[in-house]
């Protein structure tokens, strides 16, 4: 039932949004006084069209990229579907080497507060660094785009799970500890069924917050470097002069932005446990 | 000041560990080497922040024979919860020696299973993963089945089958410590060792898990080692109630055996004969004489090894 309220009043808000979106995008009367050839030059606004396009005119550019999200007609016309891939691919490639670096390093610097007290003033250093500001770096030193797109990825990923990892792993609750002590527990058994699974909640909200920032940070690292990916998408769109575009790439990376982290929370919410 | 020197006395001289099985069963079993031989222990924390050093307890000596039920009584800070983490090796002492079947205990083992007052069941885990995961460690050659089956004989014999596949966060807290004492018995430990394992629980739970505590120590007759304090609860449970002064500093003023018959149960206990002598003996000690034992000297390498007192019956009032 309360479900069903709140999805009503979801509802609600989507229709009073689009309304007011409607409204406010409308077309005016045309100013009739200028010369029709002037007027083709000024763009829309002299048309009376409102420059900032209304819902039908997302909604009907949506349907056209939904019906063929995947086409390929060059370097500078590729289907909205191609282009969230190729950033999908960049945001989980390098969101997946911050794991595969970050988790065990967090586990080593988490179990030894001698670890934790020499790196905290590197991470506490580099972890307010924008991660595009690493991107000129990057660019001269591995002098691919793409890759150093997947490097600034993996950068701004590898702080929050660096620092959830180390800290679910410093808060195992001593008493499991002693537990695994006194069952003669070795140091790698110990590690994958005792501080592992004490620490996972923590350690997926981390990748939760990591995948989170790295899906922002893509967009404006594609910006900046080009080539292809939704950001690229977004630049390209905004010299082509079509809004409308730019608000389908808007819409498309909140949903592909939703879809991560709700699937985070889905695996969060597997490893968690009531005490 | 720096620490005290690291000193640990020798083990005590004792008779030779193996009973020749030529020779009929000894008649005396309490002449038999004991299995847990606690010399001269002392814990002191050093110096820090301008405080001297603080000794906890020094010079404690006492022995437990296998399949007997000790209860350590003393009052809060006195020690105990230390004293049970150098037994169980979790701890180290700074002076003295805990010898377990003829060898020095120098840190946690499998031969001794603990039972923590706050349960330290892992969360994550049902009922049966945290017993198969004391089994799988302490039988690890063990079939995955065969470990199962291990499992569900100590969960059955703590009367939880019904809850084998339960989240310890679904438990009460009486159930959640039959858990912990389900997980301490299936290692089959030389020793049990329990840090006032019903000390959280109501008093109508508390009842009911000692009267399973005591079907489950005469049953399987598992030499055990728990802290209480709780009069009636050691009067229940042990065969010797170790009593230990007030801290710091402490010592074990003296060892009262229990002179309760084995067939006492916790509903007759006030009805046995020998029930109010040894409560007043305990509550005297706790509410008055903890507080002003004599600490006597310490012998070299024996520590102070306390008296053994046999409570007597309280006298008859002549006719
Ligand atoms: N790390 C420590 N440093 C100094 N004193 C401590 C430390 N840990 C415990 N103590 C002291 O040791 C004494 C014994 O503690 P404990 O064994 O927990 O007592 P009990 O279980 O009998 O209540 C207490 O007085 C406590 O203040
Ligand atoms: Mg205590």
Redesign the pocket.
């Known amino acids: 039932m309360e479900y069903v309220k709140s999805l009503i009043v979801t509802l609600l808000i989507l229709a009073a949004l689009l309304g007011v979106w409607a409204a406010g995008t409308r077309d005016g009367v045309a100013d009739t006084s200028v010369d029709p050839e002037l007027a083709a030059l000024l763009g829309p606004s002299a048309k009376g069209e409102s420059p900032v396009p209304g819902p039908e005119d997302v909604g009907a550019a949506v349907w056209g990229h939904l019906k063929d999200p995947f086409y390929d007609k060059g370097p500078n016309d590729k289907g909205i579907g191609t282009q969230l891939f190729f950033s999908l691919v960049r945001v989980l490639g390098g969101f997946g080497l911050a794991v595969i670096v970050a988790v065990p390093l967090g586990f080593v610097i988490g179990s030894s507060p001698l670890m934790q007290r020499s790196l905290e003033p590197f991470i506490q250093i580099l972890k307010p660094v924008s991660p595009l500001a690493w991107m000129p770096l990057a660019l001269y030193v591995i002098k691919d785009a793409a890759q150093s797109s997947i490097f600034v990825i993996w950068i701004c990923s590898v702080w929050p799970l660096l620092i959830n990892t180390a800290f679910g792993v410093a808060s195992v609750r001593p008493e499991w500890l002693n537990v695994a002590r006194c069952h003669e527990v070795g140091w790698l058994r110990r590690s994958f069924t005792v501080v592992l699974p004490a620490a996972a909640p923590t350690i997926l909200t981390g990748m939760k917050i990591s995948i989170g920032i790295a899906w922002l940070v893509i967009v404006a690292a594609e910006m900046l470097v080009g080539g292809t990916g939704i950001g690229y998408f977004v630049w390209n769109e905004w010299n082509n002069l079509s809004l409308t575009n730019v608000i389908v790439a808007i819409f498309a990376i909140g949903v592909v932005g939703m879809v991560l982290d709700q699937g985070l929370a889905g695996l969060t919410r597997l490893v968690s446990y009531e005490e | 000041m720096p620490p005290p020197p690291y000193r640990r006395s020798p083990p005590m001289l004792q008779a030779p560990l193996a009973h020749d099985p030529r020779l009929p069963p000894d008649p005396h079993p309490a002449s038999a080497p004991p299995l847990i031989e606690v010399i001269n222990l002392g814990?002191t924390?050093p110096a820090?922040r301008g405080q001297p050093p603080?000794c906890?307890f020094e010079g404690l000596s006492f022995t437990i024979q296998k399949g007997k039920f000790v209860c350590l009584l003393?009052?809060?800070?006195?020690?105990?919860?230390?004293?049970?983490?150098i037994l169980a090796g979790l701890q180290k002492p700074t002076d003295g020696a805990v010898v377990l079947a003829g060898k020095e205990v120098t840190g946690p083992s499998l031969d001794r299973g603990v039972i923590f007052q706050h349960y330290a069941l892992m969360p994550w885990r049902s009922v049966l993963g945290n017993i198969t995961f004391a089994v799988r460690s302490r039988y690890p050659q063990w079939s995955k089945t065969r470990g199962r089956e291990h499992a569900l004989k100590y969960i059955e014999l703590v009367g939880l089958g019904e809850a084998a596949n339960k989240r310890p966060s679904e438990l009460s807290g009486g159930m959640k410590q039959r858990v912990g004492i389900a997980r301490g018995l299936a290692i089959e430990p030389l020793m049990l060792l329990m840090?006032?394992p019903l000390g959280a629980l109501d008093a109508l739970t508390r009842g009911s898990l000692q009267d399973e505590l005591r079907r489950i120590v005469t049953e399987t007759q598992q030499t055990s080692f728990m802290?209480t304090h709780d009069i009636d609860e050691a009067i229940l449970l042990a065969d010797r109630i170790v009593l230990?002064s007030n801290?710091?500093n402490a010592v074990i003023a003296e060892i009262v055996n229990n002179p309760l018959p084995a067939t006492r149960t916790r509903e007759g206990l006030h009805h046995e004969a020998m029930y109010y002598p040894l409560r007043n003996h305990l509550m005297d000690f706790l509410v008055a004489r903890s507080a002003h034992v004599e600490r006597t000297t310490i012998h070299p390498g024996k520590g102070r090894v306390p008296p053994i007192i046999d409570v007597q019956p309280d006298p008859t009032p002549s006719p």
């Open positions: 814990l924390y820090r603080f906890v003393g009052h809060s800070g006195c020690g105990k919860t230390s004293l049970l983490n840090d006032e802290i230990m801290g710091p």
